[in-house]
């Protein structure tokens, strides 16, 4: 088996599925407005995804994350998680949610082979979340979190740093987490297509989180190139780590480890690429195995070396919703 590489020689064992770009929540950075325009019904069949999961193994990925929008308005999403979990080769299924009704739906999707969930709360103020979803469930999703560490699943929590609704939340974050082993990641706000000014409002460093975090008595851990982008903090009193996403880093790309299928089947490249490159017609019948293998090989060299976020520039990539954040 050949591993896809690209000219950098960076390997890709790990790929991010979006299976809808359709989304129920209005986050203030992401979908202020709700979701307007979507795909949802034109999304990939699991038919599609099962023939695209065979190729991703067979060129070395072992991680799927299953992304969107958000997946779990998919109906079928239990067999889209069984699908990636029974693909030979698939070591490890994540899945990123909101968490909407994630109580309810939780014991389907491990029961599908669910080994790790990232939940996105930006807040543990219920009034903050709300102002930042539009949606009052904080506490259920709460539960939720404590149902899937209690089934033994790895659980992250995603945290958008905002200026102005949660750059003075990192206390409240530590005192949720001190007797929990979830891992908390603060990711710093990217600008997208239709999010300037917010982002030019509400940007905040993660560096304020790295010094109070150093001065808490929190380590941080070296990087291993597995690890992907996160800068990950350890602290003695604490089961759970803390990671930190600074994607303006200069050195943010150098261990990019991930491809990205949209939900109607393009692969980008990176999560700010021009657009993506149909695999969909190749992924209507096993006898396409070995086009499409050559197809997602060949399409590689379209991999940059960085984003270009720095310059501002966001690519097609208007909201994360639409390639799967
Ligand atoms: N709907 C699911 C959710 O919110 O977890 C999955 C899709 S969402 C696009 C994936 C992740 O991207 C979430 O953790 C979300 O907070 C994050 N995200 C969305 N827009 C972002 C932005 N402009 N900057 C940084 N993170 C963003
Ligand atoms: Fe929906 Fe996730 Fe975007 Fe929030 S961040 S609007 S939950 S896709």
Redesign the pocket.
């Known amino acids: 088996m050949t591993i896809l590489k690209d000219a950098r020689g960076r390997q890709f064992p790990y790929l991010r599925l979006s299976v809808t770009d359709l989304?129920n929540?209005r986050?203030n950075?992401?979908l202020p407005d709700g979701c307007k325009d979507h795909n949802h019904k034109k999304a990939l069949t699991v038919s599609e995804i099962r023939h695209l999961l065979a190729a991703f193994a067979a060129l070395g990925t072992r991680k799927v994350r299953i992304?969107?929008?958000?997946?779990c308005l998919r109906k079928d999403l239990p067999a889209i998680i069984e699908t990636a979990a029974t693909t030979p080769g698939i070591e490890n299924v994540a899945l990123?949610?909101?968490g909407y009704r994630l109580q309810q739906q939780l014991p389907a999707w491990h029961q599908a082979g669910l080994n790790a969930l990232?939940?996105?709360i930006?807040s543990l103020d219920p009034q903050v979340f709300h102002t930042i979803t539009g949606h009052n469930r904080l506490n259920a999703i709460l539960r939720g979190v404590d149902d899937a560490l209690a089934l033994g699943m790895k659980v992250k929590v995603?945290a958008?740093l905002m200026r102005d609704f949660n750059d003075k939340a990192l206390s409240t974050f530590l005192g949720w987490i001190k007797d929990k082993p979830v891992s908390t990641r603060f990711?710093?706000?990217?600008?997208?297509g239709h999010?300037k000014s917010f982002f030019e409002k509400h940007h905040y460093s993660g560096d304020h989180i790295r010094e109070e975090l150093l001065q808490r008595g929190w380590s941080q851990t070296p990087r291993k190139k597995e690890d992907g982008p996160a800068q990950e903090f350890t602290h003695q009193d604490y089961p759970g780590r803390i990671g930190l996403i600074q994607p303006y880093s200069s050195d943010f790309c150098d261990d990019c480890n991930r491809l990205r299928v949209t939900s109607i089947g393009q692969l980008q490249m990176c999560l700010f690429a021009d657009g993506g490159f149909d695999l969909r017609s190749l992924l209507q019948s096993e006898d396409q195995h070995d086009m499409l293998l050559a197809r997602i090989r060949s399409l590689l060299v379209h991999k940059n070396d960085n984003h270009f976020l720095q310059q501002g520039i966001t690519g097609g990539t208007q909201?994360?919703?639409q390639v799967?954040?």
């Open positions: 989304c929540f986050c950075y992401c992304t969107g929008g958000e997946p990123t949610t909101n990232n939940i996105s930006d995603n958008v990711i710093e706000l990217m600008e997208t999010s909201n994360l919703a799967g954040g």
